[in-house]
């Protein structure tokens, strides 16, 4: 059995961690998220919680979670909840987009939906992504996860913008989900570069080393919801050579929003602010 990547830096790794510098973060702006705004991630929402109980499977069979988004219609769908994490594509008709969404993590239980516990990056490659610069390094497990469903996904999106004369996509996860829903972006990015894309995550790790962040931040739309004291934003650390990109909304503890601008927001009301270090932090700020 796999273990869990971000469960085994959380509960295995404390001595590890006491040693680890707190980076301190430059404060940026923060600004209030209107209720229109929080809205419109409801659908979202639903899309990455259903990756948890479609199992892969038909999209009726998972109730009142699929039934949130009751106009999709799935498409492709696979994964055995191990090796490969469970994912789908389908088409919204009421947000007139393709849906890629993919199962993340559950931080109560200590078996894995990861790939791997290594902390190393590997380079992105012009092999998967054309076109694709230089010098960004990602989570080699992570990268693992996603280029089990690539070609899949691939396919899958193809075929239904051709079905549906679109080319409006959104790739959705939570957790390790968020991850492979960033490299997707990038993926079909460099492989469909008519496409029209957006990326909205929840509880996502950090992903890949600086030029990562920097380049998803220069080059994507991403929306990163993070959550009051969740600590699986924040690993794997910085000082091991990762970075989160620009684009986080906050939920503090009080259900407040916040937009945090920039790269790795400082401020008090953003996730690095009030989470310095994992043990900080609160696992179960992460469901």
Not at 64 to 82: E, I, L, P
Not at 192 to 202: D, G
Not at 205 to 210: E, F, L, T
Request: hydrophobic share 40%.
């Amino acid at each position: 059995m796999l273990f869990n990547a971000l469960s085994a830096i959380l509960l295995s790794c404390t001595t590890a961690v006491l040693a680890v510098p707190v980076l301190e973060h430059k404060r940026a702006a923060v600004t209030p998220v209107s209720a229109a705004v929080i809205s419109s991630y409801t659908p979202y929402e639903w899309f990455a919680a259903a990756t948890y109980c479609t199992n892969g499977g038909a999209w009726a069979a998972c109730g009142s979670t699929c039934a949130a988004n009751s106009d999709f219609v799935q498409y492709a769908a696979g994964g055995d909840g191990d090796s490969v994490p469970h994912w789908y594509v389908g088409w919204s008709p009421s947000l007139g987009s393709i849906i890629v969404a993919h199962e993340g993590t559950d931080p109560t239980e200590f078996y894995s939906d990861l790939t791997d516990v290594e902390v190393l990056q590997d380079e992105l490659t012009t092999t998967l992504f054309p076109g694709i610069p230089s010098g960004l390094w990602v989570h080699s497990g992570f990268l693992s996860a996603f280029e089990s469903t690539a070609t899949s996904v691939l396919a899958a999106v193809k075929a239904l913008m051709t079905a549906h004369s679109t080319s409006r996509v959104t790739t959705v996860g939570h957790s390790l989900g968020g991850a492979i829903a960033n490299l997707d972006a990038v993926y079909l990015k460099t492989n469909i570069p008519s496409i029209s894309l957006n990326t909205v995550t929840f509880g996502e790790p950090r992903v890949g080393n600086a030029a990562w962040a920097t380049y998803i931040t220069n080059s994507y739309t991403i929306t990163r919801v993070t959550h009051t004291y969740d600590p699986v934003p924040i690993v794997p650390f910085e000082d091991w050579g990762y970075e989160q990109p620009a684009g986080e909304i906050h939920i503090d503890n009080e259900g407040v929003w916040n937009a945090c601008a920039g790269i790795e927001n400082g401020s008090t009301e953003c996730e690095d602010g009030q989470v310095f270090s994992i043990l900080e932090g609160d696992i179960l700020d992460h469901l």
